[in-house]
């Protein structure tokens, strides 16, 4: 599911950064971690490819930053305000405004946004399973207590679910049942 996260990104999922996603694709590789993704007009939710560029480190986004504050200061004279904290108060007042946004732009591209996932799960397929197994390792206990309580929670729902899949795949299970008994007979 894409959402638009607290920073003001666009997430394809937990994990992953949309405007990260569409420069790896782009590039037909992963990004390293020390590179950065900027959005050229500053617009966190246009992640077009025409409007990203690629530094290849953090201090070299940083510097670009500080040349922007500084023409900023020479054309009104002032020091540039603090765009996180704008965009912070923005967000909280326009709560319900991003959160349609986020849809909308969602619905507009929803199978673009699937493709750019997919693709971005593809190039990214072992880095994924790796964070996964050790999100699952240092979480195990806590993972397993909360499905024993759901299934205690939800034991009847999960049982008439799983009567009606065999109903209605009642052939396929026959047929992987013979399968499996056949290949072990042997």
């Known amino acids: 599911m894409v959402f638009t996260d607290f920073g003001g990104y666009v997430r394809l999922n937990k994990y992953t950064l949309k405007h990260r996603s569409v420069m790896e694709i782009h590039l ?8 950065v993704v900027h959005h050229i007009d500053f617009n966190k939710l246009n992640n077009e490819i025409d409007n990203l560029h690629l530094f290849s480190s953090r201090g070299e986004h940083i510097k670009y930053h500080g040349f922007l504050r500084g023409i900023v200061y020479e054309l009104i004279g002032h020091k540039f305000f603090n765009r ?10 326009n709560k319900k405004k991003v959160n349609e946004l ?3 732009y969602y619905k507009k591209n929803k199978e673009k946004l699937i493709k750019y996932d997919k693709q971005y799960r593809h190039i990214n397929k072992e880095k994924i399973r790796e964070r996964g197994k050790k999100y699952y390792q240092k979480n195990k206990e806590l993972i397993n207590e ?10 009847e729902k999960l049982r008439e679910q799983n009567r009606k899949y065999c109903q209605i795949n009642k052939e396929m299970i026959k047929e992987r049942h013979k399968k499996y008994y056949q290949k072990n007979k042997k």
Do not use: A, V
Request: charged share 40%; net charge positive; glycine share 4%.
């Open 28 to 35: 037909g590789r992963s990004l390293t971690k020390e590179e």
């Open 146 to 155: 909360y499905s024993r309580q759901y299934y205690q929670q939800n034991k």
């Open 84 to 93: 996180k904290e704008h965009n912070k108060q923005y967000r909280q007042e």
């Open 102 to 104: 986020s849809k909308q």
